[in-house]
């Protein structure tokens, strides 16, 4: 492969390396895939966000992810607003929609456009904070997908003091718990049992939530491959539909997180829309022994 430039970007300490390949294909190999990913060999995030040409013209632009594994993801909420802002920057458009294998999301600024200091505390350069429609809340057993059968608001799931908890779909799968003391679970020791038990075919998100007001909630979440990340936003929907469908807060959460707070309604036509801020971090270019395919 030849050089690839690539720009860091973050929501909320989220980090991702973005690629654009809407005029030059890039299909690294999972073992490249997991060098650019390695924070010590490589460039370091939590996935790689490829923007690709949509096909037939069906949304602004195709987004491909990739887990620090290598392997592809379905959706991404923090890498989408991170895109979204990138394209919305580059084509001064205030909305636009994005194709993922989870299905066609629309994006929108929010608020003030931020600029120079002020844009490098949290925004991109041009941009307020950004939102994305997350799409459906998934509930149901097999559109999760579990490997059988069971009442979603009451998953048939144990990992040490970690019980009850609560499966959603955000079209990749969740496990919700909530807990009294966050501080005393052990994400690092519990995060990886639960990510990779049976009842997860495609291994699944592990959320601890504990609410701390009535519209707001404490959360960690341990992704699949990544591991315990300071923000996921696919994660915070997640735990926003667990939450209010055990009557625990409303539909629209403040959900704060280890890199920050961001903004979560689950409307009333089951769409659910996340706002928070992006920054970009710093840009550079890719090494061609960096994606070479031998491992």
């Known amino acids: 492969m030849e050089p690839r430039p690539f720009i860091k970007m973050h929501g909320l300490g989220n980090d991702f390396v973005i690629v654009d390949a809407r005029e030059q294909p890039f299909t690294p190999s999972v073992a490249a895939a997991r060098r650019i990913a390695d924070r010590r060999f490589g460039v370091g995030c939590d996935q790689i966000v490829i923007l690709e040409p949509a096909p037939n013209g069906a949304a602004d632009v195709f987004l491909r992810f990739r887990n620090v594994d ?140 504990q609410v701390t007001g009535p519209d707001r909630l404490r959360l960690r979440v341990w992704e699949r491959s990544a591991g315990l990340t300071l923000a996921c936003g696919s994660g915070s929907c997640a735990a926003t539909v667990a939450a209010a469908r055990r009557g625990l807060t409303g539909r629209k959460v403040t959900l704060d997180l280890d890199g920050g707070p961001i903004e979560i309604e689950w409307r009333d036509d089951n769409h659910v829309v996340m706002t928070g801020p992006v920054a970009t971090a710093f840009t550079g270019v890719l090494d061609p022994a960096l994606l070479a395919d031998a491992p």
Do not use: Y
């Not at 608001?153 to 040490?160: F, K, N, P, S, W």
């Not at 609560?166 to 807990?179: D, E, I, L």
């Not at 990886?192 to 592990?206: G, R, T, V």
């Open 70 to 209: 290598g392997r592809e993801a379905e959706a991404c909420g923090n890498g989408t607003r991170c895109a979204a802002a990138l394209v919305m920057a580059e084509t001064g458009a205030k909305a636009l929609t994005l194709q993922t294998l989870a299905g066609i999301l629309r994006a929108e600024t929010r608020g003030a456009e931020t600029r120079g200091a002020e844009a490098a505390g949290g925004g991109a350069p041009g941009l307020g904070p950004v939102s994305v429609d997350m799409g459906e809340a998934r509930t149901a057993w097999h559109d999760i997908p579990l490997a059988r059968e069971m009442d979603t608001l009451h998953l048939d799931l144990t990992a040490g003091p970690l019980r009850d908890g609560v499966g959603t779909g955000m079209g990749n799968p969740h496990a919700t718990f909530f807990v009294d003391d966050i501080a005393a679970i052990d994400m690092a020791s519990l995060g990886p049992k639960l990510e990779h038990d049976p009842l997860f075919p495609e291994q699944a998100n592990i959320g601890v939530a």
